[in-house]
């Protein structure tokens, strides 16, 4: 099995900076990818950002410029940095972690509000 577990949300104003942390830890083998998906309230799970172990990254539009993923492979760890943060970033976050196999797992969620 496979733990995932996210951290550092919050509530920020608008403009604002905010971090997330993302531990995965038990039976991990290979890692292949990590990286943080949201749900905004009324919309679909989106991607925000991924990187690969490779340190490849992927970013939604939206986020370019503004996000910033990382990972620490020896740790199992993802990072998102978010500046410039905006009302619309208002979502439940979620990390997830895509192992060998093509298997996935995912955290519990971090709710991360922007306030106007």
């Known amino acids: 099995q496979v733990q995932v577990v996210e951290s550092g949300g919050g509530l920020v104003q608008a403009g604002g900076s905010l971090r997330l942390s993302c531990a995965a830890s038990?039976?991990?083998?290979?890692?292949?990818?990590m990286g943080w998906y949201r749900r905004a309230p009324g919309k679909q799970r989106e991607l925000v950002a991924a990187i690969t172990s490779g340190s490849r990254t992927n970013y939604a539009d939206s986020v370019k410029g503004r996000f910033t993923i990382s990972r620490d492979n020896a740790k199992n760890t993802v990072y998102l940095q978010m500046n410039s943060l905006k009302p619309e970033d208002t979502a439940v976050y979620y990390c997830?972690?895509?192992?060998?196999?093509?298997?996935?797992?995912w955290g519990q969620g971090t709710q991360v509000t922007v306030s106007s």
């Open positions: 997830n972690v895509e192992v060998a196999g093509n298997r996935n797992y």
């Open positions: 038990g039976s991990i083998f290979s890692i292949k990818a």
